[in-house]
């Protein structure tokens, strides 16, 4: 029964969490029908998601929506809105401001999905299996987020059919978390206290863990985001071409992004035997070098360029699932609701910062000289958690000291 319900709601955010990145893949098509918008607004296409996801789970969790009510229903109504904004596309012309407002109700409507995943997944977990149960969720994320990318490998420039087919999954992700059952350890979450928010920060196990998220969050998405338009820089500049390999790049793209459900997984899996301050450093210290050498490794064979893309993939998200960990289990009683909410929205709008650096950065350091600014976050990060390590607050943590 556990493992029946965990796969289904696994499968219901892989298929809803397609929304995520479907307009970052299909900006590359967008944009060659319109071509006075430049990167900016493909930055706008992500970094729009982003925000409402930001102001969506803030107003989520101010109303106590999914304690309210039953969170399958929040969960289904949630991915059919979203289904219907992402759609809405459809109907503009590409390049019109009004994409940027759907992706940006896309994002409002995703707060009552990967976060109301978050919690039926919790009403099966164990203390003991924790780590693996949320990892399996950001695994779920992973792969919803990488789909886009291979539905436009296939289609070419074609972005119509990417931005159709994750609808179409997201209205699949409704119906299928119909049939979720409720677990044993389903309770109503902390009530969210705006008031109590600046407790994140005077506290400081749950302070060190923020912060060691931020700085993961800093790459993450933004590495997600421009991981694609590097390919097919990279492979252009290898064969000597003076225009981008569209469907090679968009498959690159979708195996590293995809390949991080793995890292999730076993992340998830290791933290709860060796310690959550092991898994978070072991995996900003990989991605961290990842990032300096994405210079170096620029315009190499493709094969060399993917090697590094599969082995960024799985460290750069390894680890997402397991901050939000540690902050529940060093929030005071009675805070664990505002503390994961206020991280969550700090975490995403830190991204719109670097999701949008990345252009000006390209064009001023290139590609190497961008990739290296994102692994200031993942440095920051791991000097966060190591001080959490060496703290009396680490005993409370999964793996203790470890």
């Given at each position: 029964?556990?493992?029946?319900?965990?796969?289904?709601?696994?499968?219901?955010?892989?298929?809803?969490?397609?929304?995520?990145?479907?307009?970052t893949a299909?900006?590359?098509?967008?944009?060659l029908?319109?071509?006075?918008?430049?990167?900016?607004?493909?930055?706008?296409?992500?970094?729009?998601?982003?925000?409402?996801?930001?102001?969506?789970?803030?107003?989520?969790?101010?109303?106590?929506?999914?304690?309210?009510?039953?969170?399958?229903?929040?969960?289904?109504?949630?991915?059919?809105?979203?289904?219907?904004?992402?759609?809405?596309?459809?109907?503009?012309?590409?390049?019109?401001?009004?994409?940027?407002?759907?992706?940006?109700?896309?994002?409002m409507?995703?707060?009552?999905v990967?976060?109301?995943?978050?919690?039926?997944a919790?009403?099966?977990?164990?203390?003991?299996?924790?780590?693996?149960?949320v990892?399996?969720?950001?695994?779920?994320?992973?792969?919803?987020?990488?789909?886009?990318?291979?539905?436009?490998?296939?289609?070419?420039?074609?972005?119509?059919?990417?931005?159709?087919?994750?609808?179409?999954?997201?209205?699949?992700?409704?119906?299928l978390?119909?049939?979720?059952?409720?677990?044993?350890?389903?309770?109503?979450?902390?009530?969210?206290?705006?008031?109590a928010?600046?407790?994140?920060?005077?506290?400081?196990?749950?302070?060190l863990?923020?912060?060691?998220?931020?700085?993961?969050?800093?790459e993450?998405?933004?590495?997600?985001?421009?991981?694609?338009?590097?390919?097919?820089a990279s492979f252009a500049?290898?064969?000597?071409?003076?225009?981008?390999?569209?469907?090679?790049?968009?498959?690159?793209?979708f195996?590293?992004i995809?390949?991080?459900?793995?890292?999730?997984?076993?992340?998830?899996?290791a933290?709860?035997r060796?310690?959550?301050?092991r898994?978070?450093?072991?995996?900003?210290?990989?991605?961290?070098?990842?990032?300096?050498?994405?210079?170096?490794?620029?315009?190499?064979?493709?094969?060399?360029?993917?090697?590094?893309g599969?082995?960024?993939?799985v460290?750069?998200?390894?680890?997402s699932a397991?901050?939000?960990?540690?902050?529940?289990?060093?929030?005071?009683?009675?805070?664990?609701g505002?503390?994961?909410?206020?991280?969550?929205?700090?975490?995403?709008?830190?991204?719109?910062?670097?999701?949008?650096l990345?252009?000006?950065m390209?064009?001023?350091?290139?590609?190497?000289?961008?990739?290296?600014?994102?692994?200031?976050?993942?440095?920051?990060?791991?000097?966060?958690?190591?001080?959490?390590g060496?703290?009396?607050?680490a005993?409370?943590?999964?793996?203790?000291?470890?």
């Open positions: 029964m556990k493992r029946k319900n965990v796969a289904l709601i696994t499968l219901a955010q892989v298929l809803a969490l397609s929304l995520w990145f479907s307009s299909a900006g590359p098509g967008m944009l029908e319109a071509p006075s918008r430049g990167s900016f607004y493909q930055a706008l296409l992500t970094s729009a998601v982003q925000a409402g996801f930001v102001l969506g789970t803030l107003v989520s969790a101010a109303l106590a929506l999914p304690d309210r009510f039953d969170p399958r229903r929040v969960f289904a109504l949630a991915a059919l809105l979203g289904a219907a904004a992402n759609g809405a596309i459809l109907l503009l012309p590409p390049g019109a401001e009004g994409v940027i407002a759907a992706r940006f109700v896309t994002g409507a995703l707060a009552g990967y976060p109301v995943g978050m919690k039926l919790a009403g099966w977990a164990d203390r003991g299996d924790m780590g693996l149960v990892g399996l969720l950001v695994g779920g994320l992973t792969l919803g987020s990488a789909a886009p990318h291979l539905v436009s490998a296939l289609g070419g420039v074609a972005w119509r059919p990417v931005l159709a087919m994750a609808s179409l999954t997201a209205v699949a992700a409704a119906l978390v119909g049939l979720v059952r409720l677990g044993p350890r389903h309770a109503p979450a902390p009530p969210f206290r705006p008031a928010a600046l407790g994140l920060f005077r506290n400081r196990g749950t302070r863990a923020t912060l060691g998220y931020l700085g993961h969050m800093w993450l998405y933004a590495m997600w985001a421009w991981i694609g338009l590097y390919f097919a500049a290898w064969r000597g071409t003076g225009g981008p390999v569209a469907s090679e790049a968009a498959l690159a793209t195996a590293v995809a390949v991080g459900a793995l890292g999730s997984v076993a992340a998830g899996l933290a709860d060796v310690g959550r301050v898994v978070t450093v072991a995996a900003m210290a990989v991605s961290g070098a990842c990032c300096l050498l994405a210079g170096p490794f620029f315009g190499l064979h493709p094969a060399l360029v993917m090697l590094l599969l082995v960024w993939g460290a750069v998200v390894a680890d397991q901050f939000s960990a540690s902050v529940a289990e060093l929030a005071e009683p009675g805070l664990t505002t503390m994961l909410t206020v991280q969550t929205s700090l975490g995403f709008a830190l991204t719109l910062v670097t999701i949008h990345m252009p000006p390209v064009q001023a350091l290139g590609w190497g000289g961008a990739f290296a600014v994102l692994a200031l976050g993942p440095a920051l990060g791991c000097l966060a958690m190591l001080r959490l060496r703290s009396a607050d005993v409370r943590l999964a793996g203790g000291r470890g």
